[in-house]
C-alpha cells in the first residue's frame, strides 16, 4: 500500500535547502583523469545535476573534462595517484575547498561517487561548503546488504510491504531499481544479495538460463552505482536443478557441475561478486548430510567461484534446530562456535564466514558471539539485523545503531591492540581484505521503503557505520534527521530524543537482562513468556518460582570458555557478569541484590514500568511535532506509536505478572500487577 508517496527517495529527496554561499560552486563542474563516459562517473555527475538542482536551485554550467580546472572556480571531480598526499585509499575520496574551488579527489570511480554524495550530504545538512577539508576512507572492504526476498514477492522477516525484486517467481526491474542502487550508493554499501538465504522453488533457478538475461539487467544497473551483485544459492543445487543424486563436495561430479555453474553464472552476469550460503540449517541441505564439513562445501564452491574472482560468503548460522527442551546439556549457544573452530585456518581465501552479532538469533540484548576474533585466521564478516525481526516489526520504534557500535567496540582479546570486532572484520586484526559488514535489511515495497519512517534511519545507519565505523550512533542521527526529516533545530532534537534511547527502552520492555526471546513463536513480536520454553529450538529461559537464566558457566553447559580470557572468567562468574547479560549465563534467584541495590524481581517490575513509560513519553513528543513535520510522515510514525504502546503495555504487563506469579514476591512499590 502507497504509504508516503512524497518521501520515496528518503534521505536523497532533493528538496529546497538554505543556499549558504553553496550554489555558486556549481557553475563549473570540471572532471580530471575520470571519463565521463565511465558508468559510475556518470551516476555521479547526475546526482551532482539533481542534487544542486533540487536542493539550491542552482543549475550546473559547464560539465565538461579539461584542464582548465586548475584555474577555474567551481568543483574538480579529480582522480589522484594511488599514493597521493591526501591519504586517499580505494573508495575513499578527499573533498577540500580553497579559494572557490572544491575538489572531490579519488582514485576510483567508486571512491569519487561517495565523494560526491558526501558533498551532497553537506548541502542537504545545510553546512557550508567553505573551508570543508576532508578525508574519508571506508573501514570495511566489503559493505553489504542481505535481502531475505522470496521470488513469490513474500519477504521473509519483511515488515514493509512486498518485495521490490521479485513478484509472481519472476524478477522485477522497474524505476526503484535504480532508486535503491542510488540510496544504496549514497551510504557507501557496495554489495547486494537480492534474495532469500533460504533459497527454495524458483529461486534455485535463478542461477539458470530461466533467469540469467534479468539478473544481469539489474545487476548492471547496480554496477552503474558501484554495487557487486551477490546471490544466494541453494546448496543443493546439482540435486534441485543439476540432475545428479548428490551434494557431496568431495564427488568429482558435484565438483564438475559448480566448476561449469560458475563459469557460466559469472560470464552471463558480468557483475556478479559472489554468492552467499546458508547450509545444514534450519532445514536447508549441506555438507553435513554427506559426513563432510562445512569447510568442504564451501572451499568446494569457492575453488569454483575462484577464476572469475568470486567469492563464497558463507554463513555460520548453523545449530540444532530439533533440540529437545527437556535435554539441559545442549546449548544452541555454543553451535556456531563449535561448527566453525575446529578448521580455522582451512577456508580458502575467497571464503568468508558471516557471523551474527550474537550466538542465538537478533535478540535485543545477547553477548557478542565468540566466533568473532575467536576465529584468527579466516575472513569474518558481521552480519547483523537491520530487518527489525525481534525488535518490533517496523512498528515500534528501536534504532539499532547503539546496539551495533556495542558489537563494532566489543573486545575480543584476540591480539593485543587489533582485538575489537571492528578491528577482526575491517581486516585490520589480520591483514586480510575479504571481510566487512552484512546487515539483514529492512526494506520493502512500501512508498516510504521500510514501513516506519523513522526506521529508515537503520538503514542509512548501517551503510554509514559500515563505511566508517568510529561514527557514533548520535552523529549518524545529525545527518539522517536533517537530510530526512528538518533541518529545524528543536525538531532535530526531539526526534533525536526519541530516537537515540530507544533501543535501551524497547529492552526495557521485552526479556529481561540478556535472556531472549519470550516472544509469539513464529511471528516473533509481541510478548508470549513461555512461548518458545517448552519448544525444539533451543531458546529456553528456565524460569522456575526460585528463579529464572541459564547457567552457561563452567557449572553449566560451559559456553562461558569460547571466549577468550579475561571475558570467559568475567562471564563466568556471577559477581563479574555484565549485569545486562546475567540471565544468559546465570541462572540467577529472584532475590538475588544486583548492582543497583535492587533484587532481581524489583529490577524486573522497574525496568517494565519504566519501558512502558518511556514508550508513551516518544509518543507524546512525536505528537508535539504536528505541523512541523510532513504531514505524511507525521500521520505515519504516530500511527506506529499507537501499536507501540499496546505492545509495550501488553509486554509490561505479561511479564510482571508472569513473574509476580512464578515468584510470590510483590511489587514493592505495589503497583499494579495481575
Ligand atoms: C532466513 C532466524 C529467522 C529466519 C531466518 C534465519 C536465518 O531463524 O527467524 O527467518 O531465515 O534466522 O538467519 O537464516
Given at each position: 500500500m502507497e504509504q508516503v508517496s512524497k518521501w520515496k527517495q528518503l534521505w536523497l529527496s532533493y528538496e529546497k535547502k538554505a543556499e549558504n554561499g553553496n550554489a555558486s560552486y556549481f557553475q563549473n563542474v570540471w572532471i580530471q583523469g575520470f571519463s565521463m563516459e565511465e558508468p559510475v562517473v556518470k551516476s555521479a555527475l547526475k546526482e551532482l545535476t539533481d542534487g544542486a538542482l533540487g536542493m539550491l536551485g542552482a543549475k550546473v554550467q559547464t560539465a565538461g573534462e579539461g584542464e582548465n580546472a586548475a584555474k577555474s572556480s567551481g568543483i574538480v571531480l579529480q582522480r589522484l595517484e594511488e599514493n597521493n598526499e591526501a591519504g586517499v585509499k580505494a573508495e575513499g575520496y578527499v573533498l577540500k575547498e580553497e579559494d572557490g574551488r572544491l575538489t572531490v579527489g579519488a582514485t576510483d570511480e567508486k571512491g569519487l561517487l561517495y565523494g560526491v554524495f558526501h558533498l551532497l550530504r553537506?548541502?542537504?545538512m545545510e553546512k557550508s561548503l567553505a573551508g570543508v577539508c576532508k578525508t574519508c576512507n571506508p573501514d570495511n572492504p566489503l559493505r553489504m546488504f542481505n535481502h531475505w526476498d522470496n521470488m513469490d514477492g513474500s519477504i521473509e522477516r519483511g515488515y514493509s510491504g512486498r518485495s521490490f525484486f521479485f513478484a509472481d517467481d519472476d524478477v522485477i526491474i522497474n524505476e526503484r531499481t535504480r532508486d535503491y542502487a542510488r540510496l544504496m550508493a549514497s551510504i557507501g554499501i557496495n554489495g547486494t544479495v537480492i534474495n532469500n538465504v533460504n533459497v527454495k522453488q524458483a529461486a534455485s533457478w535463478l542461477i539458470t538460463d530461466r533467469f540469467f538475461e534479468k539478473v544481469a539487467q539489474m545487476a548492471e544497473i547496480f554496477a552503474e552505482y558501484g554495487i557487486k551483485f551477490f546471490l544466494s544459492l541453494n546448496y543443493a543445487s546439482t540435486i534441485e536443478i543439476g540432475g545428479l543424486d548428490s551434494a557431496d563436495p568431495l564427488d568429482e561430479r558435484v565438483i564438475a557441475w559448480w566448476k561449469e555453474k560458475m563459469k557460466e553464472c559469472f560470464t552471463k552476469i558480468p557483475n556478479l561478486g559472489g554468492f552467499l550460503v546458508k547450509a545444514d540449517s534450519e532445514g536447508r541441505p549441506g555438507p553435513f548430510t554427506y559426513g563432510?564439513?562445512?569447510?568442504?562445501?564451501?572451499?568446494?564452491l569457492a575453488d569454483a567461484a575462484l577464476p572469475y574472482g568470486g567469492i563464497i560468503i558463507w554463513r555460520c548460522f548453523v545449530y540444532n534446530c530439533q533440540q529437545d527442551w527437556r535435554d539441559y546439556k545442549t546449548d544452541r549457544a555454543r553451535a556456531g562456535y563449535d561448527n566453525f573452530i575446529k578448521m580455522d585456518g582451512d577456508y580458502h581465501d575467497n571464503v568468508i564466514l558471516q557471523i551474527k552479532n550474537g550466538p542465538m538469533d537478533f535478540q535485543i540484548?545477547?553477548?557478542?558471539?565468540p566466533l568473532l576474533g575467536g576465529l584468527k585466521k579466516t575472513n569474518q564478516m558481521l552480519e547483523v539485523q537491520v530487518a527489525q525481526e525481534y525488535t518490533g516489526h517496523q512498528i515500534d520504534v528501536c534504532y539499532l545503531i547503539p546496539m551495533f557500535k556495542e558489537v563494532l567496540d566489543f573486545h575480543t582479546y584476540c591480539k593485543p591492540g587489533a582485538d575489537t570486532v571492528a578491528d577482526v572484520i575491517s581486516g585490520r586484526t589480520m591483514g586480510n581484505k575479504n571481510t566487512g559488514m552484512a546487515a539483514v535489511i529492512n526494506t520493502g515495497n512500501d512508498a516510504n521503503w521500510t514501513g516506519n519512517y523513522l526506521a529508515a534511519a537503520n538503514l542509512y545507519g548501517f551503510g554509514r557505520l559500515a563505511f566508517q565505523t568510529s561514527l557514533?550512533?548520535?552523529?549518524?542521527?545529525?545527518?539522517?534527521?536533517?537530510?530526512s526529516i528538518s533541518t529545524d533545530a528543536e525538531v532535530i532534537k526531539t526526534v533525536k530524543g526519541i530516537l537515540l534511547p530507544s533501543r535501551a527502552t524497547y529492552e526495557k520492555y521485552t526479556s529481561p537482562l540478556g535472556i531472549g526471546w519470550m516472544v509469539t513463536p513464529h511471528v516473533h513480536y509481541g510478548c508470549s513468556v513461555d512461548g518458545y520454553e517448552y519448544d525444539r529450538w533451543g531458546t529456553y529461559h528456565r524460569a522456575d518460582h526460585l528463579g529464572i537464566g541459564v547457567d552457561r558457566t563452567d557449572a553449566g553447559t560451559g559456553y562461558v570458555r569460547q571466549y577468550y580470557e579475561p571475558n570467559a572468567s568475567a562471564y563466568n562468574s556471577l559477581e563479574s557478569c555484565p549485569e545486562e547479560l546475567l540471565l544468559f549465563f546465570h541462572h540467577v534467584p529472584y532475590t538475588h541484590v544486583l548492582k543497583t541495590g535492587k533484587t532481581l524481581i524489583q529490577h524486573i517490575y522497574d525496568s517494565h514500568f519504566e519501558g512502558y513509560e518511556e514508550a508513551e513519553g516518544y509518543a507524546k513528543a512525536w505528537e508535539?511535532?504536528?505541523?512541523?513535520?510532513d504531514e505524511e510522515v507525521f500521520a505515519n510514525v504516530k500511527e506506529r506509536f499507537d501499536r507501540q504502546l499496546r505492545n509495550a503495555r501488553d509486554w509490561r504487563d505479561q511479564v510482571n505478572t508472569y513473574f509476580y506469579r512464578k515468584s510470590g514476591i510483590p511489587d514493592e512499590k505495589?503497583?499494579?500487577?495481575y
Open positions: 553537506l548541502i542537504s563432510r564439513t562445512q569447510a568442504d562445501g564451501a572451499n568446494m540484548r545477547e553477548p557478542i558471539s557514533s550512533a548520535e552523529e549518524i542521527l545529525d545527518e539522517w534527521i536533517p537530510m508535539g511535532l504536528e505541523g512541523k513535520v505495589g503497583r499494579t500487577i
